[in-house]
């Protein structure tokens, strides 16, 4: 039976996406997890490579599949991220 691996599984195992940009580079990444900023949704996601960086998108669910969505904006952007660290505890 499977389960959902979500922030509150102990079961060590984790939810993964596979973001592909523009330049047909891959990166494989972490769902950290999903959060509300300014009325809209976003997730954020730890890159599983040697930067371990963490990236923020807005997002759409779909019956199977999630839709990131760039944030363009530069203050969209910040807020998110501010939001971001206030829940990550600004480790």
Same mark, same amino acid.
């Given at each position: 039976?499977?389960?959902?691996?979500?922030?509150?599984?102990?079961?060590? *195992?984790?939810?993964? &996406?596979?973001?592909?940009?523009?330049?047909?580079?891959? &990166? *494989?990444?972490?769902?950290? !997890?999903?959060?509300?900023?300014? !009325?809209?949704?976003?997730?954020?996601?730890?890159?599983?490579?040697?930067?371990?960086? @963490?990236?923020?998108?807005?997002?759409?669910?779909?019956?199977?599949?999630? *839709? %990131?969505?760039? @944030?363009?904006?530069?203050?969209?952007?910040?807020?998110?991220?501010?939001? %971001?660290?206030? %829940? %990550?505890?600004?480790?």
């Amino acid at each position: 039976m499977e389960h959902e691996h979500g922030p509150d599984c102990c079961c060590g *195992e984790s939810n993964t &996406v596979t973001i592909e940009f523009e330049d047909d580079t891959a &990166v *494989e990444c972490e769902i950290i !997890g999903t959060f509300e900023a300014n !009325g809209k949704e976003y997730i954020a996601l730890l890159k599983q490579d040697e930067s371990e960086d @963490i990236l923020i998108y807005g997002f759409k669910e779909h019956e199977d599949d999630i *839709e %990131l969505i760039d @944030i363009e904006d530069e203050e969209e952007f910040q807020k998110a991220a501010d939001v %971001l660290d206030e %829940l %990550l505890g600004d480790e």
